[in-house]
């Protein structure tokens, strides 16, 4: 049966990945992003441009991915915005933009998305390698976005429990997106990749089948969990 999915940050990357391997599995796909994504030949496919911090903007978001698709079955939470700026020269202004985007835009995402979830739904919330330690390229606000993203899975795991909703959160490692190509030089990812297990940074691919599976009615005993994509770098 198709489903209804909602991702954020849709645009590039892991997100794009994501909703175009939910798209190729036949499902109404909403993506949004702080710009619009492009768009796809095909009409299953909606893009949206959201302000995750506006609750208003979120409420638009949701309601026309419930219309688009006709109901709500995944929720992916993957709007981010990165910054490398260490905690001496970070403003005020720059520590609540990012917390802002990256986990009060998450927690809208879901506050606003369950109303229209009924039991069999499943909820994945993007977390990052840097909830699981630190960032060792970003800043301390991402890190810390990104810590709280895990505590808010785990919190909602059982404030969900008995209602049939599931919600879990992956954690990729450093990947090869252009979020990352934005921030460090190609010498640093060569390093990156020489010191993880694999070889190699996480391909958008790796992590969107990952999702995509939690997502899945393989994943249904699944609920509270933080899965690491990272390739076995700690």
């Known amino acids: 049966m198709a489903r209804g999915v909602l991702v954020t940050g849709a645009a590039a990357g892991i997100g794009a990945a994501t909703a175009d391997l939910f798209l190729a599995d036949g499902h109404g796909v909403t993506g949004a992003d702080l710009a619009a ?17 506006s609750a208003d903007s979120q409420r638009d978001m949701v309601e026309a991915a419930v219309e688009h698709a006709g109901r709500l079955d995944v929720v992916v939470t993957h709007a981010f915005v990165g910054s490398t700026t260490p905690l ?12 802002g985007i990256n986990l009060r835009g998450a927690m809208l995402t879901i506050k606003t998305a369950l109303p229209h979830l009924r039991s069999g739904a499943a909820i994945v919330v993007t977390s990052s390698i840097a909830g699981r330690r630190y960032s060792s390229v970003m800043g301390p606000h991402y890190t810390v976005a ?82 690491d994509v990272n390739g076995g770098l700690h």
């Not at 990749?193 to 994943?219: H, K, N, Q, W």
């Open 37 to 53: 994504p492009a768009p796809r030949a095909d009409e299953r496919f909606l893009p949206l441009q959201l302000d995750p911090t």
């Open 88 to 99: 001496a020269d970070l403003t005020l202004e720059e520590w609540n933009r990012v917390i």
């Open 146 to 227: 990104r810590y709280g993203l895990i505590g808010l899975t785990r919190h909602l795991a059982e404030e969900l429990a008995g209602s049939g909703i599931r919600i879990n959160a992956v954690c990729p490692g450093p990947p090869d997106t252009p979020q990352m190509w934005e921030v460090t030089t190609d010498e640093q990812r060569r390093e990156i990749a020489a010191r993880t297990p694999t070889r190699r940074l996480a391909a958008p691919d790796d992590v969107a089948e990952t999702i995509a599976f939690l997502a899945g009615s393989g994943a249904r005993h699944m609920h509270g969990a933080v899965v």
